[in-house]
Nanobody
């Protein structure tokens, strides 16, 4: 599945942004796992959040401790979009943000592990000025 992330931009510290991730060729509800990552300049990729589908039940959401309470992952089936709402942005949140997904069975590895994610979208730049 191809994924398209969008919604990045230049904002000031304390502002909010909502990133979108749209799959092509599949519905967002058919993705068993959707995650958000980022890569800051000169740094490794960093897992931020994920949403795991459970048949007939609500999604489970997971967050990196450093963004818990500021970032929220959600899904709008009608718009076929997964979102990452980011609040109280800080300059250290400056990075390229990526969405990733798994259509197959979720592995027993940690949700934050790269091996969980089969498909990756092109990133969207988020720049937070102080």
């Amino acid at each position: 599945v191809q994924l398209q992330a969008s919604g990045g931009g230049l904002v000031q510290a304390g502002d909010s942004l909502r990133l979108s991730c749209v799959p092509s060729g599949r519905t967002v509800s058919s993705l068993n796992l959707v995650g958000w990552f980022r890569q800051a300049p000169g740094k490794d990729y960093e897992w931020l959040a994920a949403s795991r589908r459970w048949p007939g039940s609500r999604d489970s959401t997971y967050y990196k401790d450093s963004v818990k309470g500021r970032f929220a992952i959600s899904r709008d089936n009608a718009k076929n979009t997964e979102y990452l709402e980011m609040n109280s942005l800080k300059p250290e949140d400056t990075a390229v943000y990526y969405c990733a997904a798994r259509t197959g069975t979720v592995l027993s590895a940690p949700i934050s592990d790269f091996v969980q994610y089969e498909s990756w979208g092109r990133g969207t730049q988020v720049t937070v000025s102080s």
